[in-house]
């Protein structure tokens, strides 16, 4: 019990006790502790007359006591810390989740400024504001989940997490509470009253790989990317990864791999698609494309990529090429020189595709060579980027420009022509005559056809030659020939005397020249040649362009476009004669 000390009024009928509250000190009504509690203490209280006062009080609750006048309160214990816990359910919050945790006091305080609360939330602790509460013996402080908070049972970081911070809390009495808390984890603590995980721990991508094996692979070849990330992640919709495949990039949907660390992009090689070293396009290749992946929290991922090309990258990672791109013909050609090929000539014709090609079967190469148009086999250059047909002129081809019959006449033949990605090549030809085309790159004449003989004339005009008169005899065939040594026509010129007539001119045009001097004795009153076989090599040759040999058969004697035919030349040799002498005169 307090002791109190007089300390004025003497002389009065009011006497003061001036009581100073005591830590220690309590009482729900103050009072006096008995009706004997005022004593003399040594002292004296008397009236004017000398007469000592009754010292004896009311009884202590009574109307005239102190307790009956007055309502004080004595209160000097401090308000304590009696629990921590949080209205928010037990679970797992993520990144800008809000948790109200709430501190419970012994007894009803009021708060003014902005007192803390620390809690431990891994490498950085959470610093968390006083929202609400004053007033009442539960405070409230909102915590909101920042970026890199993580904690697998929440609670404050010690006994002395909550602080000030500047500000107050106090009881009614104005008494600044104990603001010491139980130990983390221990009972009443935070940890104890709650299982609240704080994850704010984004999940990042730590590599990006394919589960394909390394190697070239081609058009319709499905090769799967595997992204992997710190943690399981749950995938709404279909995020898209984008890959660089050269002039159009593949943009790659999502697979599987929902609720693990792994996901997977089917990703289908296409046609035009191309890379050395496949990567995807950059470092946000990966979108969601309205889709989402979370973490088990559900805090949305980091989808940022290393860099292409860097470490544990998708190019750093595999070695896989992608060849989407179908070989095509350049061009047609032939190793042969322009000019006229016959019979059995063989020439080398040249496909040229725009990369190496590999061959299996035998794949062949229609030409248009007249009435029956040639199909020509493969025959070389399986693993370099032209192959070779190697055509044999038959005897009755004929083309006065070597081409192939359209744009689809190379054919596989149950064959196969892939490049070294396994894509199948792409057979169109440049069109016939035009740029690129056999018949654009050369000049090959194709004739099997035998020149033959048109007919047999003279440039000398109708009339009468005698002895030493020179008559050219011009033997045309169907078209230009070439003549080596001395051929002759023999023409009838008399019963015992026919003239042997040697060549003289015209190779390398279609008219050949046999120049017929007239000799002594030879006659004929229409000259033509002895027969159709007058017209003979002589140990010479009569060849096209082509090296066919000539047909030196002759149209008959007299017949049409025979020498007598087409022209009256009359040859006489023989001198006059006086046949009679004789007179007129009787």
Known sequence: DAVVNYTSGSGTPTLVFNYTVASGHTSSDLDYASTSALALNSGTVNDVAGNASILTLSSPGSVTSLGGQKGFIIDTTPATISSVTSSTNNGTYKINDVIAITVAFSEVVTVSGTPQLTLETGSSDAVVNYTSGSGSSNLVFNYTISEGHQSSDLDYASTSALALNGGSILDAAGNASTLTLVAPGASNSLGDSKAIVVDGVIATISSVTSSTSNGTYKIGDAIAVVVTFSEAVTVAGVPQLTLETGSSDAVVNYTSGSGGTALTFNYTVAEGHTSSDLDYASASALALNSGSILDGAGNAGNLTLVSPGATNSLGAASAIVVDGVIPTVLSVSSTAQDGYYNYEDVIPLTITFSENITVSGTPQLTLETGTSDATVNYTSGSGSSTLIFNYTVSGSHMSTDLSYVATSSLALNSSTLVDGAGNSAALTLPTPGGTNSLSGNKAIVIDTRYPTVVDVTSSVDNGTYVLGDVI?????????????????????????????????????????????????????????????????????SILDLAGNPGVLTLAEPGADNSLGDNKDIVIDTALPAAVSVSSTIE
Not at 492 to 515: H, K, Q
Request: proline share 3%.
């Open 472 to 540: 050219p005899i011009i033997v045309n065939f169907v078209e230009t020939v070439t003549v080596s040594g001395t051929p002759q026509i023999t023409l009838a010129t008399g019963n015992t005397s026919n003239a042997v007539v040697n060549y003289t001119s015209g190779s390398g045009s279609s008219a050949l020249i046999f120049n017929y001097e007239v000799a002594q004795s030879h006659s004929s009153d229409d000259l033509d040649y002895l027969t159709s076989s007058s017209l003979v090599l002589n140990s010479g």
